[in-house]
């Protein structure tokens, strides 16, 4: 499985950012799809998730102004990301995997997101 993520950038506080990230390959395995991120010095980060079925999961710190949704028919995934704080600046990953809601095996080259105050 390959992920490719797109859509990082520069933005000021309280802008907006969507990334997106696209899987192929033997997409048939994949449950879970979603998003990690990675702050410098700090360890790499839930963000949110969605399994197949379309069930959530998001980190405390993104409720109510990141949105995560998906595409299972084009095996893509989106993150709409509001309200953004200079505490949101990280590389961000698409991850993806067999289990439902956690962490899976398939990690993209991640994206850099930089949210200037």
């Known amino acids: 499985v390959q992920l490719v993520e797109s859509g990082g950038g520069l933005v000021q506080a309280g802008g907006s950012l969507r990334l997106s990230c696209a899987a192929s390959?033997?997409?048939?395995?994949?449950?879970?799809m979603g998003w990690f991120r990675q702050a410098p010095g700090k360890q790499r980060e839930l963000v949110a998730l969605?399994?197949?079925?379309?069930?959530?999961r998001y980190a405390d710190s993104v409720k109510g102004r990141f949105t995560i949704s998906r595409d299972n028919a084009k095996n893509t995934v989106n993150l709409q990301m509001n309200s953004l704080k200079p505490e949101d600046t990280a590389v961000y990953y698409c991850?993806?995997?067999?289990?439902?809601?956690?962490?899976?095996?398939?990690w993209g080259q991640g994206t850099q997101v930089t949210v200037s105050s």
């Open positions: 969605m399994s197949i079925g379309g069930t959530t």
């Open positions: 991850n993806g995997g067999y289990f439902s809601l956690v962490q899976g095996a398939y």
């Open positions: 390959g033997s997409t048939s395995t994949i449950n879970t």
